[in-house]
């Protein structure tokens, strides 16, 4: 049981240090106000991983729904999320309304929809980790995966809503957000080789 619980946990540092920084951007978004909150981001995450548990089981089982080369679609996501919200920045500089980063309407489908997209390091580690797994330490990976994605937002927030950088996000937020989630789209779609699969059929 220990071992279980000991490699879950590994498994689960692994597959989402890079959820720190978007979460991290996330509450610092929320912490300075719009339509974004708190209880939207920790929801989101905890529908988006569900979600990719979910199709990783699936996937185990044989049963994979889309072909590996196209799951790197799911980049365009985020991407649409920050072309969209360096648009308004670029459009609305002096129209608060128009200038409110994207993020702030995201809400908790959104996120949840953010957190898909990047994991699909996820189920491509998930799916043979199951595979190989009894019910029972099946179980007891997916528990630890719930608490320390608890542990995760936490710590997001903590450093989301520290003041010294919420101030510094206040003077860049309207270019470096979009500008991060960009670069998290495009980062997606090439390593999950999708451009690539893309590139080949033309």
């Known amino acids: 049981m220990l071992t279980t619980i000991a490699a879950a946990a590994g498994l689960f540092v692994a597959t989402n240090l890079d959820d720190i920084v978007i979460l991290t951007v996330l509450f610092a978004v929320a912490a ?12 989101g995450q905890y529908l988006g ?3 990719l548990i979910a199709v990783s089981f699936l996937a185990a089982l ?9 799951v790197g679609l799911l980049g365009l996501i ?7 919200g360096l648009v308004r920045t670029l459009r609305g500089s002096d129209d608060d309304d128009e200038a409110e980063s994207a993020l702030k309407a ?15 390091d996820n189920i491509a580690i998930y799916t043979p980790v199951f595979r190989t797994m009894s019910t029972t330490d099946a179980l007891v990976t997916i528990v630890v995966f719930l608490v320390l994605l608890a542990l995760w937002c936490l ?10 950088v919420t101030e510094a996000l206040e003077k860049v937020e309207h270019w470096l957000v979009p500008l991060v989630f960009i670069g998290l789209g495009v980062f997606i779609l ?12 033309l």
């Not at 044989?62 to 196209?70: K, Y």
């Not at 090439?190 to 059929?201: D, P, Q, V």
Request: hydrophobic content about 50%; proline content about 3%.
């Open 32 to 43: 300075r106000g719009g339509r974004l909150r708190g209880w939207q981001i920790v929801a």
């Open 106 to 120: 995201v809400g908790l489908l959104g996120v949840a929809g953010i957190t898909i997209a990047n994991g699909g």
């Open 155 to 164: 710590l997001a927030r903590a450093i989301g809503t520290n003041e010294t």
């Open 190 to 201: 090439i390593e999950s080789g999708t451009l690539a699969h893309i590139a080949s059929l």
């Open 49 to 51: 991983l569900s979600t």
């Open 62 to 70: 044989g049963l994979t729904i889309v072909p590996d080369e196209w």
């Open 78 to 84: 985020p991407l649409a999320i920050g072309v969209l």
